[in-house]
């Protein structure tokens, strides 16, 4: 693992006293998105750079055809615990990244003029669908979706797995099956190795769909104090054919009731979500509200950034020399 971390050296540089010396941060523990455990699990495909006063992370990449680098949220979302804080750990890193950029958490304690202080490209990104645990889920759950679970739960046992890691060897299994069935590639394909550490991560808790005790899908997902985030789920054909997904999603709701006060869904595919509507109609189904989620950019150093993009297409996408990566 390659592990990063800078202090704020910029408001010592300026004579400022350091705000950890004007009052204490608050300790918050490290679970989920947040943890080293989960930000270890990319340490493949690059550097990992801590974001020290917000408790969030950053993955730092080399720049194809230069000898440059920049820096984005790990994959799926930024969490931090101090968002009022990005700004000062990015300006830690300014001389060494061109850019950075991130897909905000939709949870997170923050609102757009705050991201603005930290970024200077801020463009709403997709709505969450979010359950708030304030009624039961008999309350808010679409009626077909839960006369759906209820057929399902006949056929499908759920369980909540107290050792995710015992069913890894499962996981890997049904992952293939929907990397095929999605053509997912690039650093979301993610190898066996980062699923390990993902498992490792303090804060998962994992739903296993069986049906005549074999595993026919699993749902994961970090809990990080009153907060639910789905993560990544997988069925494989047995799965799908017995609707094993309205199984798990009732059952994790009935879990997650007592226990946390907001269950994220999720988005859907494609810029702003709107590249799927059966997904869409899935998560809206389970949810009572939504929230959204922010994509963030940076540009460090614009005069190398014109450089890198001087000869490419036009183009929205940020940054203009990553287009087509997967």
Known sequence: ??????????????????????????????????????????????????????????LERRIANSDRSDAMGLYPLLCCSDWSAVGDDLEGYGADWVSVTAVTDPLGDYDEAMLRRSFDRVQPFKDHFVAEMTEPPEIFVKKSHRQNARRALRKVDVEVCTDPMEYIDDWMDLWAVLTKKHAITGIRAFSRQSFVRQFSAPGMVAF????????????????????????????????????????????LLHYFYDRVRWVNFGGVAGIEGTGASGLEHFKRGWSNTTRKSYFCGRVFDDAVYRELTRDLPVTSFFPAYRAGES
Request: with cysteine; proline share 6%; aromatic share 10%.
């Open 208 to 251: 296993r769909a069986s049906l005549d005790g074999e595993t026919v899908g699993l749902d994961l997902w970090y809990v990080d104090g009153d907060q639910a985030q789905g993560h990544l789920v997988a069925f494989n054909e047995k799965g799908y054919a017995n609707s094993a997904s309205y199984a798990t999603k009732w059952t």
């Open 1 to 58: 693992m390659l592990l990063q971390g800078k202090p704020d050296t910029t408001a010592a540089e300026a004579g400022n006293t350091p705000l950890s010396a004007v009052a204490p941060m608050p300790q918050v523990p490290e679970v989920g998105y947040r943890s080293l455990a989960y930000a270890d699990a990319f340490s493949d495909y690059g550097r990992l750079c801590s974001l020290p006063r917000s408790g969030g992370w950053m």
